[in-house]
T-cell receptor, first 115, second 108 residues
Framework: DPKIIQKPKYLVAVTGSEKILICEQYLGHNAMYWYRQSAKKPLEFMFSYSYQKLMDNQTASSRFQPQSSKKNHLDLQITALKPDDSATYFC??????????????FGHGTKLSVL | QQKVQQSPESLSVPEGGMASFNCTSSDRNFQYFWWYRQHSGEGPKALMSIFSDGDKKEGRFTAHLNKASLHVSLHIRDSQPSDSALYFCAAKDDKVVFGTGTRLQVSP
């Protein structure tokens, strides 16, 4: 059974619209992350949360807003979508965020296509 | 500039052969290194970590770290078709930064 659930698996959106990517983890971890993967760039760190608090934000655009309603949830809201936002978005988690040698566990990703 | 560079971009080995991946970082703040593997349509999965100089062996996988040169490598012996995937080096300072990736194809 997948321990990190991302919904939906595939998402098609029109330019200018807004979408929410869902992530839930059932590993009992305290830290959660969003990464983005596209053909142009490797796995790119976006956000990290620890105990539901934002720890790091490497996303230049405010169009990307993480939302954590519960400790094991970290959704990603994307507004004013652009074709360049097309990518696969991965949610990940780890036991702690600040530990030295934390292993990341990834979901299967949400593949977003913006037309 | 990408902080973690990998080579080669792609690699093809015959079944039973040795696959070798290289990774160089440009930031001496990185102290912990991981290797991840990503099969098509899935998320990356951790293979092994290394943070001390020298070799670390886990089954068919051997990682090597040279902190002085900021170089990490991964070797897979007796490669299998199921090893065909995208391999990432990852380094951690305050967050985990992934390398550019190497695509491995193991032919039967």
């Amino acid at each position: 059974d997948p321990k990190i659930i991302q919904k939906p698996k595939y998402l098609v959106a029109v330019t200018g619209s807004e979408k929410i990517l869902i992530c839930e983890q059932y590993l009992g971890h305290n830290a959660m992350y969003w990464y983005r993967q596209s053909a142009k760039k490797p796995l790119e760190f976006m956000f990290s949360y620890s105990y539901q608090k934002l720890m790091d934000n490497q996303t230049a655009s405010s169009r990307f807003q993480p939302q954590s309603s519960k400790k094991n949830h970290l959704d990603l809201q994307i507004t004013a979508l652009k074709p360049d936002d097309s990518a696969t978005y991965f949610c990940a988690s780890s036991q702690e965020a600040q530990g030295g040698n934390e292993r990341l566990f990834f979901g299967h990703g949400t593949k977003l296509s913006v037309l | 500039q990408q902080k973690v560079q990998q080579s080669p971009e792609s690699l093809s080995v015959p079944e039973g052969g040795m696959a070798s991946f290289n990774c160089t970082s440009s930031d001496r703040n990185f102290q912990y290194f991981w290797w991840y593997r990503q099969h098509s349509g899935e998320g990356p999965k951790a293979l092994m970590s290394i943070f001390s100089d020298g070799d670390k062996k886990e089954g068919r996988f051997t990682a090597h770290l040279n902190k002085a040169s900021l170089h990490v490598s991964l070797h897979i012996r007796d490669s299998q078709p199921s090893d065909s995937a995208l391999y990432f080096c990852a380094a951690k300072d305050d967050k985990v930064v992934f390398g550019t990736g190497t695509r491995l194809q193991v032919s039967p």
